[in-house]
């Protein structure tokens, strides 16, 4: 709240709230939807789940494919496909060498930390087709702010919220290679 005390702006004079759904880690997603569901409902006022691919693909702007990669840790990426400002492929979690794969050649735009993590690859498989955003893992907040614009409460309920998770959980990877032995 001390944000709102420094813009001098009451939590009441706040119309919707907004929260990233992901990706992201488990807990960090759960922790930060539920603190904004529990504002959301204190203050009666609509709350806009936004993903973080959106957001970045919002940032790229409406022209070109777009390439949405987040750094997942353990040598793979959460990534989406847009084009022209439209996804057209679902999030997925991979390697980047097997995502590259099927955009080879194709004049791409890559941003997120993934992309500025796996420049390397990205390079070396699409050679001249690839281009890393500048920046290549902008700030999110205020992209999220504007595409949640305009909510109204009935539009949007804060219960309604889910977190999009890409990766399976650790314990379900684990009893899965269980069940293979």
Do not use: C, N
């Amino acid at each position: 709240m001390s944000l709102l005390g420094r813009a001098g702006v009451a939590l009441s004079e706040i119309d919707a709230f907004a929260v990233a759904i992901g990706p992201g880690s488990f807990t960090g997603l759960r922790i930060g939807i539920a603190t904004m569901q529990g504002l959301a409902f204190a203050a009666a006022k609509a709350l806009v789940g936004v993903s973080g691919f959106d957001a970045l693909a919002r940032l790229a702007g409406s022209g070109g494919r777009v390439a949405t990669w987040v750094d997942a840790w353990r040598g793979e990426v959460f990534a989406a496909l847009y084009e022209d400002g439209r996804e057209v492929e679902s999030p997925v979690v991979a390697r980047p060498e097997i995502l590259l794969e099927s955009m080879r050649g194709q004049p791409t735009l890559f941003l997120g930390d993934g992309a500025l993590t796996h420049r390397d690859v990205i390079d070396r498989v699409m050679g001249d087709a690839a281009r890393l955003a500048d920046p290549a893992a902008p700030s999110l907040a205020g992209t999220i702010a504007v595409l949640a614009s305009g909510a109204r409460p009935g539009d949007h309920p804060a219960h309604a919220i889910r977190p999009l998770y890409v990766r399976r959980t650790d314990a379900e990877l684990a009893r899965d290679a269980r069940a293979l032995r």
